[in-house]
C-alpha cells in the first residue's frame, strides 16, 4: 500500500483548509511563529511532500538543501518574496500563491489606511482619549482635500487597479508608474498617466500608494532620495512590502516633517517597527491587515491548500501555481 504523503502547515488557520489537507494528507500543523527561521524549516522539511507555508517563512536554498521528498510549496499570499523561485525550479519544487481572491478587500483595505491618514483619524482620536478635546476649531488637525488631489500609484497590477478606481471615485486624479504601460483602454478607463520613473511620480502626487511586488528592483524603491522628492504636504501609503522602503529614512522624514503623513501596514523587518517610526506621531501604523476579512482569508487558505491536493493527488482544486 502505498503511503500517504506528508504536509507540513506551519501555523494553525481555517477548520475547512485543515480538513481539506487531511482528507489527502498526514498533516502536520506547526506552532505560530516556529518556523520563521529558515534553520527551522531546514531540519523539518526533509519529512514532507508538501508546504503550505505562512509569508514570514523564508523558503530559501538553505531550506530547499534538506527538501528530499518535497514536491509543492504553497504560499498563503499573494506576494511571494519570501520564496527563492530559481531554488525551487532547480530542486522541480512546484510553488503556487493566493492572487485575485484578495484584491477587492486589500484595496478596501489600503484606502482604510489611506483615509485614516491624510484625515489625521488615529492622531486625532488620541488626543480626544488624552482628554485634549476643548471642542471645535477651524484650525485643528485639518488633513487633504482629495477631491481633485493627485493620487500617485507605484504598482499598477490588480491591487492597484482596484486602489486606483476607488481613488477615482474620491474625484482624485491618477498618475502611476509601472516598468510596463497599461493598455490604452484600462489607463482610459481610470483617466491615468503612466510615469516610466517612479521618482518622477514622487513630485507630482499628493498621496502615493505603493503596490509592487518586493523584488531586487522595488529594494529600498523609496529611500531618502524618493522621500526628497516628494512634496512637503504629501503622503505614502505602504500596504505592498516593508522592505520597499527605507524604513530608517520614512521614521526620519516624518519626524521632520519632510513629509506630511505615512500609512503603514507592512514593514521592513516584520513584526519590528523601526523605533522611530513608532513615535512619529503623523505615523497610522497597522499589523498588516489589509486583506484581513474571513471570506478573504479563507479563499487564501483553500486556493493554497487545493495547490498540494492537486500537485500531490491529482484532485481538481482551484490553484495558482508560479513555478
Ligand atoms: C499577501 O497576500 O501578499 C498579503 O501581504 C497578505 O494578505
Known amino acids: 500500500m502505498s503511503r500517504k504523503p506528508k504536509v507540513l502547515l506551519t501555523e494553525p488557520v481555517f477548520r475547512e483548509v485543515h480538513e481539506l489537507l487531511e482528507k489527502y494528507f498526514e498533516l502536520h500543523v506547526g506552532k505560530r511563529g516556529q518556523f520563521n527561521h529558515a534553520n527551522t524549516l531546514r531540519d523539518a522539511i526533509s519529512r514532507y511532500d508538501g508546504l503550505l507555508c505562512m509569508l514570514s517563512n523564508p523558503v530559501n536554498s538553505t531550506v530547499l538543501s534538506n527538501a528530499s521528498i518535497l514536491k509543492v510549496v504553497a504560499n498563503y499570499a499573494v506576494g511571494y518574496n519570501n520564496i527563492d523561485l530559481a531554488a525551487c525550479r532547480s530542486h522541480n519544487i512546484r510553488v503556487a500563491n493566493t492572487p485575485d481572491v484578495l484584491t477587492e478587500t486589500t484595496a478596501d483595505g489600503t484606502v482604510a489606511l489611506l483615509l485614516s491618514t491624510v484625515k489625521r483619524i488615529t492622531e486625532s482620536e488620541r488626543f480626544l482619549r488624552e482628554g485634549c478635546f476643548d471642542g471645535w476649531s477651524p484650525t485643528a488637525f485639518l488633513g487633504l482635500e482629495l477631491n481633485g488631489?493627485?493620487?500617485?500609484?507605484?504598482?499598477?497590477?490588480?491591487?492597484?487597479?482596484?486602489?486606483?478606481?476607488?481613488?477615482?471615485?474620491?474625484?482624485?486624479?491618477?498618475?502611476?508608474?509601472?516598468?510596463?504601460?497599461?493598455?490604452?483602454?484600462?489607463?482610459?478607463?481610470?483617466?491615468?498617466?503612466?510615469?516610466?520613473?517612479?521618482?518622477?511620480l514622487a513630485s507630482r502626487a499628493d498621496v502615493i500608494s505603493l503596490h509592487c511586488p518586493l523584488n531586487t528592483r522595488t529594494h529600498h524603491l523609496v529611500d531618502s532620495d524618493f522621500l526628497d522628492a516628494m512634496q512637503p504636504g504629501a503622503y505614502l501609503i505602504n500596504a505592498s512590502r516593508g522592505p520597499v522602503v527605507d524604513e530608517l529614512a520614512l521614521a526620519k522624514a516624518l519626524h521632520e516633517k519632510r513629509i506630511a503623513g505615512a500609512g503603514i501596514d507592512v514593514y521592513e523587518f516584520e513584526p519590528e517597527v523601526n523605533e522611530l517610526l513608532l513615535t512619529a506621531p503623523n505615523a497610522v501604523l497597522i499589523p498588516h491587515i489589509t486583506s484581513a476579512t474571513k471570506p478573504t482569508r479563507l479563499k487564501m487558505g483553500m486556493l493554497a491548500a487545493g495547490a498540494i491536493a492537486k500537485t500531490l493527488c491529482g484532485a481538481d482544486y482551484p490553484c495558482n501555481f508560479i513555478a
Do not use: C
Request: glycine share 10%; charged share 25%.
Open 149 to 200: 488631489a493627485t493620487a500617485g500609484i507605484i504598482g499598477m497590477g490588480r491591487i492597484g487597479q482596484a486602489v486606483a478606481k476607488r481613488l477615482r471615485a474620491f474625484g482624485m486624479k491618477i498618475i502611476y508608474s509601472n516598468p510596463n504601460r497599461l493598455p490604452e483602454s484600462v489607463e482610459n478607463e481610470l483617466q491615468a498617466r503612466w510615469f516610466e520613473d517612479p521618482i518622477q
